[in-house]
């Protein structure tokens, strides 16, 4: 059948920042249609033929999609989102990759060196997995003095393996997202235990075997340490991708993943620099495939760019479209009421963010101090190994209350429950009982994680007496936090567990509360939440 022609509507609308995909997703490839569906879509197909419009338009129905005259199917074949002919593209990519290396000054960035041996490659394996995860979700600029302090520290896996998780989280302080300290810790610890100190030098072996890494990740450390043929896809390859095959249709989905994924493989497929190919894309796509106004005239990929073409009014004034049975389904239709001149940032079809959930947590800075004043200390406890903050320390804290515990009446009670001890005789000693002298609101905090928006309700809790020493703190189950909810003595429990079978890296019980004298609470392994609490009790005094 001779291929069918219409004219191209240029259309374009504004899309915000793309979230970056999961590190850990992988997506099947989707399963052969039965010959029935076949049939049944071929008929389908059928009775759908092209018919011309008044505008000289062609639209196409497709299967489940209602056509309309002023939102047609944007119709193309499929092999519109698959990457061929690579070599061109691909020589044109490196060359650029090759004049902008080193314009951002990145230390984990270094040419290939095929001569090192197994243990060498082994230690860029590791320079290379310290970089990728302080990059995730973060910016170079950020990154760039946390490695070489990182480095400076802990030079190879085996000085990582043999720190803990105190001294990990003090270097981690400030760059958000702790969960990945604590996985770099434990990942290290099992190469060391378990695989002689090197990373696995495959991206499937390195997947299976290494607690945090995913497949992205995978795919960059054994491609750039390694030279394995690996494909990388990030938020930034993924906009990239989407804009040079014109994918417009949500691209978590599955079959979107499958094209992108397919797409990244092909770039890869057979390359002699498989880690420079992969970082060129990632340094492409932050840097000049923008999320809004990117630089097409500076884009090494432009000649091949489908959405660019596509912003061309005389350079493909005609868009051959094939036989109906192989022109794409998956891609929904583009916007038609934006201005033409963007087209490019259409893509990739905009992902609609969850809403951060809302939480109320109150914050009790208990300070005790001695009888004249002079000493002053601040409770603080552990947060539990694993989870939100694993590790780190803060001020007792009643999290997620609402309804009538939220009133100013009942959070005023909960010192005394966060204190309850048990044990009245530890209560009395010359200088008088120990007591609460006031709790006085300090105000909210308002700290937004990725999926969680959290409001801090602060209160400043002052005691005196039981001595000339802070009060001892009981560190079990009979702790001075057991007036907290249920999950909280759940965590506390297993991170006892935890520490009394303790290794490398882990914690003894009696760091999970302690008394931190008032001029080093800044400086104890405490999150940007927490410091944000404490700048605001200092207003306080």
């Not at 429950?417 to 609460?436: C, N, W």
């Not at 249920?486 to 429990?493: I, L």
């Amino acid at each position: 059948m001779p291929k069918r022609k219409r004219t191209r509507t240029n259309t374009d609308t504004d899309i915000s920042e793309f979230l970056e995909v999961s590190d850990g997703s992988y997506c099947e490839a989707p399963k052969p249609q039965s010959k029935k569906t076949r049939q049944a879509r071929k008929v389908t197909s059928k009775r759908a033929r092209p018919s011309a419009t008044a505008m000289g338009t062609i639209t196409i129905a497709q299967e489940g999609v209602e056509p309309s005259m002023s939102n047609p199917k944007a119709t193309h074949p499929t092999s519109w989102h698959v990457v061929t002919g690579v070599e061109p593209i691909r020589e044109a990519l490196l060359h650029w990759y090759g004049q902008i290396r080193e314009v951002r000054g990145m230390p984990w960035r270094k040419p290939f060196d095929g001569s090192l041996d197994a243990e060498g490659r082994a230690q860029r394996a590791y320079e290379v997995w310290v970089s990728e995860v302080m990059l995730q979700q973060t910016q170079v600029a950020t990154v760039i003095p946390y490695y070489n302090n990182w480095m400076a520290k802990f030079p190879t896996t085996k000085d990582l393996a043999a720190s803990d998780i105190d001294t990990v989280n003090s270097l981690w302080k400030g760059l958000g997202y702790y969960s990945r300290a604590a996985r770099l810790l434990s990942g290290a610890q099992k190469v060391v235990k378990e695989l002689s100190g090197r990373l696995p030098d495959n991206a499937k072996d390195m997947q299976a075997k290494i607690p945090g890494i995913g497949r992205y990740s995978a795919g960059a450390i054994c491609s750039i340490a390694y030279n394995q043929c690996a494909s990388v896809l990030d938020g930034n390859v993924i906009r990239l991708l989407a804009r040079f095959l014109a994918l417009y249709a949500p691209p978590k989905g599955k079959q979107a993943q499958d094209i992108l994924w397919a797409g990244a493989e092909a770039f890869v497929e057979g390359s002699s620099r498989p880690g420079d190919v992969n970082q060129a894309l990632i340094e492409l796509g932050s840097t000049v495939c923008k999320v809004k106004n990117p630089a097409c005239g500076d884009c090494p990929l432009q000649p091949w760019c489908r959405a660019y073409q596509k912003t061309q009014s005389d350079s493909d004034p005609v868009m051959e479209v094939a036989d109906i049975e192989e022109s794409c389904i998956l891609c929904d239709p583009l916007p038609a009421d934006e201005p033409d001149t963007a087209l490019v940032t259409i893509y990739p079809m905009k992902v609609e963010r969850k809403k951060a959930r809302e939480e109320l947590d109150s914050v009790n800075a208990i300070e005790w101090r001695t009888a004249d004043d002079s000493e002053r200390f601040f409770l603080l406890v552990r947060r539990p190994e694993g989870g939100l903050l694993a590790g780190l320390h803060e001020f007792p804290t009643v999290p997620n209350i609402s309804g009538a515990s939220a009133t100013a009446a009942k959070v005023a009670e909960i010192p005394n429950s966060l204190l309850e001890s048990g044990d009245d005789k530890d209560k009395d000693s010359a200088q008088g009982e120990m007591r609460i002298v006031h709790v006085k609101p300090a105000g909210d905090v308002v700290h937004v994680f990725s999926h969680i928006r959290k409001t801090y309700r602060v209160q400043w809790v002052l005691m005196k007496g039981g001595g000339d020493e802070p009060p001892k703190l009981l560190q079990k189950s009979d702790s001075p936090m057991k007036g907290r909810n249920k999950v909280a003595q759940k965590s506390n429990r297993k991170h006892l567990e935890v520490s009394e079978d303790s290794e490398a890296g882990k914690v003894s019980a009696a760091d999970l509360a302690r008394w931190v004298p008032l001029h080093q609470v800044e400086q104890a392994n405490i999150g940007t939440g927490v410091v944000k609490v404490w700048k605001l009790l200092q207003t306080l005094w």
